[in-house]
């Protein structure tokens, strides 16, 4: 079983900047996708910033410029600049792991940004 944990949300104000990170652990041989996903009220679950190994990394459009992801071997982190009132959401950890070839979700942490 594989375990995603992430920290780091919380309430900032406009312009603000705030660090999630996302660690994963038990039995794991190889994470291939690793990344973050966000869910607003009344909206569907979209891709925010994902690094897939040996590919390179992707990141939705309205975030390109302000949110940078990165990965330290089973841990990964999104650093969240000049945030706006639109990037309130619940945010989620996501991870293809292997053996097996799960994917894996985190339980959400919420990010709030105020106008």
């Known amino acids: 079983q594989v375990q995603l944990v992430e920290s780091g949300g919380g309430l900032v104000q406009a312009g603000g900047s705030l660090r999630l990170t996302c660690a994963a652990s038990g039995r794991i041989i190889a994470i291939q996708d690793m990344g973050w996903y966000r869910q607003a009220p009344g909206k569907q679950r979209e891709l925010v910033a994902t690094i897939t190994s040996g590919v390179g990394i992707q990141y939705v459009d309205s975030v390109k410029g302000r949110f940078t992801v990165s990965r330290d071997k089973n841990t990964v982190y999104l650093q969240m600049n000049s945030l706006k009132p639109e990037d309130t959401a619940v945010y989620y950890c996501?991870?293809?792991?292997?053996?097996?070839?799960?994917?894996?979700w985190g339980q959400g942490t919420q990010v709030t940004v105020s106008s």
């Open positions: 996501n991870a293809k792991v292997w053996p097996g070839g799960n994917t894996y």
